[in-house]
């Protein structure tokens, strides 16, 4: 027989275990505990006897139908080096499970409810390019409807692999795919479908974030049943995400600082050809374009199996910088130590001096060296009078000359007590006209060295101005093809 101190401490129990049972009642019958207990007990009812790892099917050959949508949020990054294409995107894709139904009336007209997606069977659909794992956040959670529709949204960090084609950077359109595919199911087990129609998924932008440097054009889609060795068809839904960059940023920090050095070359040509400075000119220029392209080359897309136009456009006017060099190289030759040259050929005084100002309307400079002119016709009067005595334009000073040594001679005969001599000595008629013949032969030589640099300042100066022309259309043409290109790029 139990003391009576046992008997007391039972029924202290007891009557404390009823005091919370009415307390836990009461609890249980306020509102908002009564439907969370409706969501707890509807839980309960879908996860009795549920099986994830089974394909939520009654009937096995039934195929399980998944309508997926995609919607582009921003480009993260276009890395052309490694064609690798990083975006953000929200991926919705929907099912339904055959095994997650219930009846609203029984639970409070709940219709709908947020479960883990742990705890319910997912399609093992993938993106075929997937080539790194992105920083997507984790959203654990699935909504379900009562009639088995269960609905997975959920952003994605999307870095897949793309053939990117960077010829006409920095005016490219990108197209890069995204493939979505059941990696083991095939087409009998699991099928795919578009959650909108096609054309309201090319249009969509409304979630896309425009304020950078790629500009989303429209997101293509394409549906394909394809077989691996002909015996398992699996299903696949392609969306093409076709992608602009916005040039300004390259046209204002690329393309205009090399159209303004190329401009300046033209305008180097106006200098003086006879005259250093354009040379020094050309080699600041040359220079330049040097420190530019090696500032650019960072900015420039790198691939191993193309170049961008852009890259040949710097390259074809680094080669035009030494073409306009070279040029002027070879006109300061021409103009400069002309009394060193030989006399200008045959052939070329009639091509440059005759047959090129007359075909491309070069204007001559007759007045390159006009007091060689004067001092030419001055000479060959002098040459005319064939520096005789009679006829000789020095006549004073030959007669002035005569008798200065006629006198000489007598004073000093004289002063030697002899008689003067009655003839004059012609020793000194001899030195003088041969020093005259000497001065002539002297202005001779200068007058021809004169007239071979007047004939080189004079074809320097017509191939300067033909070789200018020729320059000038090439740099124009080039410009307007790739100005065209770009263009038609640029709209298209």
């Not at 969501?39 to 879908?46: A, P």
């Not at 998944?66 to 294409?85: R, T």
């Not at 425009?210 to 969306?239: P, R």
């Not at 035009?320 to 009394?339: G, P």
């Amino acid at each position: 027989m139990r003391p009576t101190w046992a008997w007391t401490a039972l029924v202290f129990l007891l009557v404390q275990g009823a005091s919370r049972a009415c307390t836990v009642k009461k609890l249980g019958s306020s509102p908002g505990r009564f439907a969370n207990a409706t969501l707890v007990r509807l839980s309960e009812f879908l996860s009795a006897g549920y099986k994830k790892g089974v394909r939520p099917v009654k009937d096995w050959r039934t195929s399980t139908l998944v309508a997926i949508d995609l919607m582009v949020y921003s480009i993260l990054n276009v890395d052309e080096k490694n064609q690798v294409l990083t975006t953000y995107v929200w991926y919705r894709q929907a099912w339904t499970d055959e095994f997650l139904v219930w009846n609203p009336e029984d639970f409070d007209e709940v219709k709908q409810v947020s479960i883990p997606t742990a705890n319910v069977w997912v399609p093992d659909i993938l993106i075929n390019e997937f080539v790194d794992v992105g920083k997507s956040p984790d959203i654990p959670y699935v909504y379900v409807t009562h009639d088995g529709l269960v609905r997975n949204y959920k952003p994605i960090q999307v870095v897949t692999a793309c053939t990117l084609n960077i010829y006409n950077f920095p005016f490219d359109v990108q197209k890069c795919s995204l493939t979505f595919q059941s990696w083991l199911h095939t087409i009998d087990d699991i099928n795919i479908t578009l959650m909108r129609s096609p054309e309201e998924l090319r249009e969509d932008k409304s979630v896309f974030m425009n304020q950078g440097e790629w500009e989303l054009l429209h997101i293509l889609s394409n549906y394909k049943i394809f077989s691996v060795d002909n015996d398992d068809y699996y299903a696949e839904m392609k969306f093409h995400v076709v992608i602009r960059r916005r040039p300004l940023f390259y046209t204002v920090n690329l393309l205009l600082p090399s159209i303004f050095l190329m401009v300046m070359d033209i305008v180097g040509f106006y200098l003086p050809p006879d005259s250093g400075e354009r040379v020094s000119f050309k080699i600041t220029l040359l220079l330049g374009y040097s420190v530019f392209l090696i500032i650019v080359s960072d900015t420039l897309p790198a691939t191993a199996i193309g170049t961008p136009l852009i890259g040949v456009y710097f390259v074809v006017c680094m080669a035009l910088l030494v073409i306009s060099l070279t040029e002027t190289v070879l006109i300061v030759r021409l103009v400069h130590k002309q009394d060193l040259q030989p006399p200008v050929p045959q052939w070329v005084k009639y091509l440059v001096l005759e047959r090129a100002p007359v075909l491309f309307c070069i204007h001559k400079k007759h007045s390159l060296c006009p007091t060689l002119s004067s001092q030419g016709t001055d000479l060959e009067q002098y040459k005319d009078n064939n520096y005789g005595t009679a006829q000789c334009p020095l006549h004073h000073t030959c007669e002035i000359g005569r008798r200065l040594s006629h006198h000489d001679r007598e004073g000093r005969l004289l002063g030697l007590g002899l008689p003067p001599s009655r003839d004059p000595g012609p020793p000194v008629m001899d030195n003088i006209l041969h020093e005259v013949t000497a001065i002539r032969h002297f202005l001779e030589k200068r007058d021809r060295c004169r007239e071979v640099a007047k004939e080189w300042l004079q074809v320097g100066y017509v191939l300067d101005v033909l070789l200018f022309r020729v320059y000038l259309v090439a740099v124009v043409a080039y410009s307007i093809t790739l100005g065209t290109l770009w263009s038609v790029w640029q709209v298209a």
